[in-house]
């Protein structure tokens, strides 16, 4: 049994040392690689920082920020990424939270650090290279390590503009690792394509996947994914049959037509997680590669990327919803009513959480901490935490869990209460739409759909009256020619409402 997610890259490294675990365009690193530079950049940490303190990993995206990740871990720290790309707004609310130890940083990065605060100690992470590795240091440091010590921190989004650290120990990860390589067969001829930033929790699956069992894992430039045809023939070059991309990066595929220039044949696995999938894009998807396992995760970052999956062995229509599936090993799911009961099948209740996937918490922050984990209000004989995911869901008549939105985008209007995402599922399955956002504007009761397609805004308009119900047509339709997302590739829902509801 590991103790810690180090324990499985030594194990691998002896089996597959001249095995590639990370390449992007530029370079590539093997397990042996990956391990000794990881030790190097953790004794040099150590010399420094000491255990179970924040590491900031702020840089390009490039596959040699894994040997800072790692290296952070060997020095009984946990690392946080920040990607050279976020808003120096964004990131001074982190840093403000966190108050790291060290920050590593890397070339495009470097004119960026030089104008964060100077009592954090600053290193371009090639200096912590030149270090030798320090056996008796390390040894110290894993002698006093145990599973519950915190692995990582991932920064969301908080509803009061401030972001939220959520803390992942390795405890966590090494229970998802191994659920997940069991249950698809997942060895060292897995070959994956990080979609993902590292900052995000899509991003977990590929960075851990490898050292659990020797697969290798290629890191496409971010642009690619801008040109689906590119990241298409990118799959078919290296071979690489599984993909954890969150759906609007499959859907790109699609909307820009990139199969009529390229299908992979290598493809056999494809993950998606982080946000609905329309069964509309879904189905080209399974048109051009029929052969592949299409899985439906759910699971928000304080699960550890996911604690529901679903594997896609039936038909599903284009406006069908679907299922997020069962728990996941070693997790449970249960959905609340308003009052805090036991939901009913059919019934809409909160998704909440437990078991072995959850945070410990929000890093420096007990009140959002206490307000999302809490005790399990069914279990009444000891201490058990639920952590509440503001989504909801209801059991189908076959015992499948469905999604239906999220408490924050459910609407009250003419004495109805509305999912928002319901109009969005029923616009998606449309030919001629591409993608849309539904907002609601408080002030004046109007819902605001926001589309991108090659469909005027009175057409989708006649299109959708017979399927939905009067209360629920929205009051205007906004054509836009891309549609708006966010760092972590999703649909910028914040940006879109203040844009269309304010002012």
């Not at 993902?196 to 590929?206: R, T």
């Not at 420096?364 to 935490?385: D, G, H, L, V, Y």
């Not at 991108?452 to 205007?476: F, H, R």
Request: glycine residues 4%.
């Amino acid at each position: 049994m590991y103790s810690t997610v180090l324990q499985c890259l030594e194990q691998t490294a002896l089996k597959y040392p001249d095995k590639t675990v990370f390449a992007d365009v530029k370079e590539s690193f093997t397990f042996h690689d990956l391990l000794k530079l990881s030790q190097k950049i953790g004794s040099f940490i150590a010399d420094l920082v000491s255990p179970q303190n924040p590491i900031v990993v702020y840089m390009d995206k490039r596959a040699y920020n894994l040997l800072s990740f790692m290296g952070a871990a060997y020095a009984g720290c946990f690392y946080v990424p920040i990607d050279s790309q976020m808003p120096s707004e964004r990131i001074n609310l982190i840093l403000d939270t966190l108050q790291p130890s060290m920050i590593l940083y890397d070339d495009a990065t470097a004119d960026k650090v030089n104008n964060i605060s100077s009592s954090i100690i600053k290193f371009h992470y090639e200096t912590a290279l030149k270090t030798e590795i320090n056996d008796d240091a390390l040894s110290r440091i894993r002698l006093n390590s145990k599973n519950t010590d915190l692995l990582y921190v991932l920064f969301t989004s908080g509803s009061t503009g401030i972001p939220k650290g959520v803390t992942i120990s390795h405890a966590a990860v090494i229970d998802f690792m191994d659920w997940i390589c069991d249950a698809y067969s997942l060895d060292d001829t897995t070959i994956l394509c990080n979609q993902a930033p590292f900052y995000f929790d899509a991003s977990v699956p590929d960075i851990y996947i490898p050292l659990k069992t020797g697969a290798t894992v290629f890191i496409p430039p971010k642009s690619y994914y801008t040109f689906p045809k590119k990241i298409l023939q990118f799959i078919e070059t290296h071979n690489i049959n599984t993909l954890i991309w969150v759906p609007s990066a499959l859907c790109n595929v699609v909307n820009c037509k990139a199969f009529e220039v390229c299908v992979p044949a290598s493809i056999k696995l494809v993950i998606f997680c982080g946000e609905v999938m329309p069964c509309k894009h879904l189905n080209v998807w399974r048109t051009y590669i029929p052969s592949a396992l299409y899985v439906n995760m759910y699971g928000p970052t304080e699960a550890t990327y996911a604690c529901m999956y679903y594997n896609i062995e039936r038909v599903f229509a284009d406006d069908d919803k679907l299922p997020l599936g069962k728990a996941c090993e070693n997790s449970e799911i249960i959905l609340l009513d308003d009052d805090d009961k036991l939901a009913e099948p059919g019934i809409i209740g909160e998704i909440c959480i437990s078991g072995q996937c959850l945070s410990q918490g929000y890093y420096n922050s007990k009140e959002k901490t206490s307000a999302a984990f809490m005790q399990n209000p069914i279990n009444t004989k000891w201490r058990e935490i639920i952590y509440r995911t503001g989504d909801l869901a209801y059991q189908n008549e076959h015992g499948e869990i469905i999604f239906a939105g999220r408490k924050d985008f459910q609407i009250k209007r003419l004495g109805h209460r509305i999912e928002l995402g319901e109009i969005e599922t029923v616009i998606l399955s449309l030919n001629e739409v591409e993608n849309a956002c539904c907002v609601f504007n408080e002030d004046n009761s109007d819902i605001i759909t926001v589309y991108t397609g090659k469909i005027d805004s009175n057409a989708l308009a006649d299109l959708i009256v017979d399927k939905l119900p009067q209360y629920m047509m929205p009051n205007k339709f906004v054509k836009l020619t891309s549609m708006p997302m966010n760092l972590n590739g999703k649909i910028d829902r914040a940006k879109i409402k203040k844009e269309y509801t304010e002012g």
